[in-house]
């Protein structure tokens, strides 16, 4: 594992890990998002039509992209293959300027209850 350093322009490198600092730096040293809480299966959608009013970091950019449909925070950060504490940074982010909305996923208090589910297959087969 060998630090690389060139031009003033590039990043500073692990040749096995890739950028070493950046993480950190996208997030401006913050570990915890501004707004919003996170879970692994939230689902995160891009709102239409919304301009953001400061130029988005290109990882914040592509979360919007990824997002026009209904993708979970688990997703997201694979996708960008970033840690997930950096991920949720840049989605409270992304919320707190309103580009994306979160849902969360339901209760188990808020599922139909299981004597409900059995009444409504015995109607289907019934059909």
Not at 16 to 40: H, K, Q
Not at 45 to 72: D, G, K, M, N, Y
């Amino acid at each position: 594992m060998v630090l690389t350093s060139g031009t003033a322009d590039e990043a500073w490198y692990d040749d096995d890990a890739g950028p070493v600092a950046r993480p950190y730096t996208m997030t401006g040293g913050r570990t915890a998002p501004a707004r919003g809480r996170f879970d692994l299966i939230s689902l995160v959608v891009a709102r239409r039509a919304v301009t953001p009013s400061t130029p988005l970091f290109p990882e914040q950019a592509r979360i919007v992209e990824l997002c026009h449909h209904p993708v979970s925070v688990a997703e997201v950060g694979a996708e960008l293959d970033l840690p997930l504490g950096t991920v949720r940074v840049l989605l409270g982010d992304l919320l707190a300027a309103g580009l994306i909305e979160t849902h969360d996923p339901p209760m188990l208090s808020e599922l139909p209850a299981e004597d409900l589910l059995e009444a409504i297959l015995v109607g289907l087969r019934a059909l």
